[in-house]
């Protein structure tokens, strides 16, 4: 049976972790390839890199970052954040990231996700969305969760997966940094509605949270940031709270 | 020494990087004689069943991978590497594989999401050294097509999604594998490391 996975995301600027953590068997908490290496350890199922480098002359530090990370994690990792263009995809597969994450850049040019689908394989494109509820419906938002589209997040999910995204990673604006749970109602509603995988993401804040993303969020995978990084639970205390709570995870 | 044969589209990176992490020696290489010149061969595979053909055709290294198998050198086929070993899949229906094994490859049915995309346990259906003790553990797929030889014989491990599909197989020195070892974590870098010892 299917794991359902646990995934720790980095946001990374200008080739180092920031949102500081507080490891501390970690000598440079702001050393990417350390810190990714530390939640290896712990049992992370995938990585995600976000990268949040606003300045482009230094967006090939993140290339090295990839490269350096490839080389010492031997478990699936995504990179995403700023991604235009096919070729910016094929510079971060090639430098050995296993999946590229697209968010802005798909919901401007919706046929990148075929594009990149037809040259690196769906499995590589995971579509990241920024879902904020509107009454009944979830808006999608881009630009880091700063500009309103006037696109509806179920809807885009299914168009996704049409034009060929390989996952969807949904993050809700409204639960995202509360620590209050994930949203559930939006990551069931999308879940039920496509066939690929859904990643879960936002508002994480205890263990019972990861349970009800998958159990009642239909949700295929979890993804978080801050229970992670300031160290409240590792990986491993997750997983060993959803087996003996009958969920099936790679311990 | 390890020949990872590039075929222009796998992911010989990773399985690279998860063998110099291991100390083994290894070149990446489209040349058909640095490919029978090397102790073992190592295949991995992305893309379609079809496009990996075309590509071994173009790139003339089915000779060379037949040899390898028919001398009984050390061989590992991972995802599509694995595949291709088969007569023919429902991928690319028309294209002939390498038929090393009698068999085909089919799709999953869409009871599940497809691809499967993520980790799975495996079962371990003989004895062998490359997986022993690893029964249960899990390991990374992301796949459409699994394959159904007809030889039982030769099935290694099998895992469960929606239904029981073969996952691993091996006959003397060669071994193929649904799941992607070099990205499996300590289990799948074991792996790796036995058949480069082996």
């Known amino acids: 049976m299917l794991a359902f996975r646990i995934i720790p995301c980095m946001d990374v600027d200008a080739g180092r972790v920031v949102k500081g953590t507080r490891f501390v068997n970690i000598k440079d908490a702001g050393d990417p390839v350390e810190l990714a290496r530390e939640y290896y350890v712990q049992g992370a199922d995938e990585l995600v890199f976000l990268d949040i480098t606003a300045s482009h002359e230094k967006r090939n530090i993140l290339i090295e970052v990839v490269r350096k990370v490839a080389k010492q994690i031997f478990i699936p990792f995504t990179v995403g954040g700023g991604i235009r263009a096919t070729e910016d995809m094929r510079a971060i597969l090639k430098a050995g990231a296993d999946k590229v994450s697209i968010n802005t850049a798909a919901v401007k040019k919706p046929e990148l996700i075929t594009e990149g689908a037809m040259k690196f394989g769906s499995q590589c494109i995971v579509i990241a969305i920024d879902a904020k509820r509107n009454k009944n419906s979830w808006d999608v938002y881009i630009n880091g969760g700063r500009t309103k589209t006037e696109k509806d997040a179920v809807e885009w999910a299914i168009e996704a997966e049409r034009l060929g995204a390989g996952e969807i990673l949904l993050t809700s604006m409204d639960t995202d940094g509360t620590k209050d749970g994930f949203d559930i109602e939006l990551t069931k509603t999308i879940s039920e509605k496509i066939g690929i995988p859904v990643i879960a993401s936002g508002g994480a804040g205890t263990l019972e949270h990861f349970l009800d993303a998958g159990k009642k969020g239909k949700a295929d995978a979890a993804l978080a940031a801050g229970i992670f990084h300031y160290q409240k639970y590792a990986v491993r205390d997750i997983k060993k709270y959803l087996a003996e709570r009958g969920v099936c995870v790679r311990e | ?198």
């Open chain 2, 1 to 198: 020494m390890i020949a990872i044969i590039d075929y222009g589209a796998g992911n010989v990176a990773s399985v690279k990087n998860a063998l110099d992490f291991l100390k083994v020696k290894s070149i990446i290489t489209d040349d058909p004689k640095k490919i029978l010149l090397a102790d073992k061969v190592l295949f991995p595979g992305v893309g379609s069943f079809g496009d990996t053909m075309k590509s071994l055709r173009e790139k003339r290294l089915i000779p060379a991978i037949k040899k390898t198998i028919e001398t009984n050198k050390p061989f590992l086929g991972i995802c599509l590497g694995l595949q291709v070993l088969f007569e023919e899949s429902e991928e690319s229906p028309g294209i002939e594989g390498l038929g090393i094994f009698k068999g085909k490859v089919k799709r999953f049915k869409k009871k599940l999401k497809v691809p499967q995309i993520g980790w799975n346990s495996i079962v371990l259906e003989k004895q062998d050294g490359t997986v022993q003790g690893l029964n249960n553990k899990f390991f990374y797929f992301v796949h459409s097509y699994y394959v159904v030889p007809q030889d039982k014989s030769i099935i290694l491990t099998t895992t469960d999604y929606g239904g029981i599909f073969v996952s691993g197989i091996s006959k003397e020195n060669i071994y193929a594998f649904q799941f992607h070892p070099e990205k499996s974590g300590d289990d799948g870098l074991e792996i790796l490391k036995r058949f480069a010892r082996c």
